[in-house]
């Protein structure tokens, strides 16, 4: 092989190694970016400006809905009611904290799942969202946040869940997490554990996905609908 050969080939050999080098380090990058502590972050990371977070709340559910709900926003000690509502409705901003115990975004800042309940889920699931969030405002460890949650179904502090609860999640300005972003429009059902089979969910071609959610006794349903709370359409496409 000639001199001249041998160079290009070398360095061609050289371009494809950087090439692989700057990939990986990218892709370290990104892990690394999305990976977040075993604790809470500063609790100024999790809060938003009173009316902005009230704007959230209500993109959850069609106007419809949501204009007549009521309003929780989170403060410094839990969750506190900033609009009275008139139609059984409450509307939140949910925190990474409300996820299962194993979820790698435990404790990323940026989530923010805006979501409307119904008057049967305002009264059986809303709950556990409000003592989830008072525990890791008081410094409890996520650990020692499940344990009570457990203690107190156990002890049953927090009530059962009620037929015909549901909620919406319908907002374009949610981001549910790194992962999925927004994801898409949809509703949620809550039922009893392991009635999966009975709806049908998770088959292929099935339009209900569903979701055994342990710590919190429930199995939970998600329907995708295709508009967002605005009325446009949902373009994401995908999964």
């Known amino acids: 092989m000639k001199r001249n050969d041998l160079c290009s080939t070398a360095f061609t050999a050289f371009v494809l190694i950087l090439v692989v080098l700057t990939a990986s380090a990218q892709v370290q990058a990104q892990d690394a970016k999305?990976?977040?502590?075993?604790s809470m972050a500063p609790i100024d990371q999790?809060?938003?400006?009173?009316?902005?977070?009230?704007?959230?709340?209500?993109?959850?559910?069609?106007?419809?809905?949501?204009?007549?709900a009521e309003v929780m926003v989170l403060g410094?000690?839990?969750?506190?009611?900033?609009?009275?509502?008139?139609?059984?409705?409450?509307?939140?901003?949910?925190?990474?904290?409300t996820d299962k115990p194993d979820d790698p975004e435990f404790w990323n800042p940026k989530r923010r799942g805006p979501i409307c309940f119904?008057?049967?889920?305002?009264?059986?699931?809303?709950?556990?969202?409000?003592m989830k969030t008072d525990l890791?405002?008081?410094?409890?460890?996520?650990?020692?946040?499940?344990?009570?949650?457990?203690?107190?179904f156990e002890k049953k502090e927090l009530p059962e869940l009620e037929s015909g609860a549901m909620c919406y999640m319908m907002s374009k300005q949610g981001w549910l997490s790194d992962r999925d972003g927004r994801w898409h429009p949809h509703l949620m059902f809550f039922l009893p554990s392991a009635e999966a089979p009975a709806?049908?969910?998770?088959?292929?071609?099935?339009?209900?996905?569903?979701?055994?959610?342990?710590?919190?006794r429930m199995t939970v349903f998600m329907v995708r609908v295709g508009r967002w709370s605005d009325g446009s359409s949902d373009s994401l496409g995908g999964q």
């Open 136 to 152: 890791v405002l008081a410094g409890k460890s996520k650990a020692q946040m499940f344990e009570a949650i457990t203690a107190a």
């Open 76 to 97: 410094r000690k839990g969750y506190e009611t900033a609009v009275q509502g008139r139609n059984g409705f409450v509307c939140v901003v949910q925190r990474s904290w």
């Open 34 to 38: 999305s990976s977040y502590p075993s």
């Open 199 to 216: 709806w049908g969910a998770n088959l292929p071609g099935s339009p209900i996905l569903a979701d055994d959610d342990t710590p919190d």
């Open 46 to 68: 999790y809060l938003m400006e009173r009316n902005a977070e009230i704007a959230l709340a209500r993109s959850a559910a069609p106007e419809s809905i949501s204009r007549d």
């Open 118 to 130: 119904n008057a049967a889920a305002t009264k059986s699931y809303l709950p556990i969202t409000i």
